[in-house]
């Protein structure tokens, strides 16, 4: 059997709003208060760059306001606390506070880490992996 091809990155995360006021809150809240830019633009959708990887969003169809097989999706940040500061600020939910993780794995994980939940009701971890012992 040949080998797989090898994946070099996850390339977009989709979601899906059904009201162009849905769209837009959406889009505001990825530009506006995390501050991404918007990589490029269609009627239906826009892509957003996180810097290694691409947020998608529709509108054209029912969105699914559940979790579904996807339990939520992690941005890499610089600063943990400060960018829940804002998301909070801009009245959004941040329903597990900033906070120090060790993963015990090999070798171990040590993180700073938080979850809030979009405008389209997707949650995001906020994750800053920190160096060092």
């Known amino acids: 059997m040949k080998p797989a091809p090898r994946i070099t990155g996850l390339h977009h995360v989709s979601m899906k709003c059904d009201t162009r006021e849905a769209f837009e809150k959406a889009k505001t809240f990825y530009t506006d208060v995390l501050g991404l830019a918007v990589a490029r633009t269609w009627p239906e959708g826009v892509l957003i760059d996180t810097g ?19 339990r939520h999706f992690a941005l890499s940040v610089e600063n943990v606390d400060a960018l829940a500061e804002r998301i909070e600020a801009a009245g959004y939910e941040v329903f597990i506070r900033p906070g120090d993780l060790l993963i ?24 800053c992996q920190q160096t060092g012992g």
Not at 112 to 120: D, I, K, T
């Open 52 to 70: 290694c990887g691409l947020i998608e969003i529709f509108c054209n169809g029912p969105g699914i306001l559940q979790k579904g097989a996807v």
């Open 104 to 127: 015990p794995s090999d070798p171990p994980l040590r993180a700073r880490m938080a979850f809030c939940r979009g405008p389209l009701g997707e949650e995001i971890e906020l994750f």
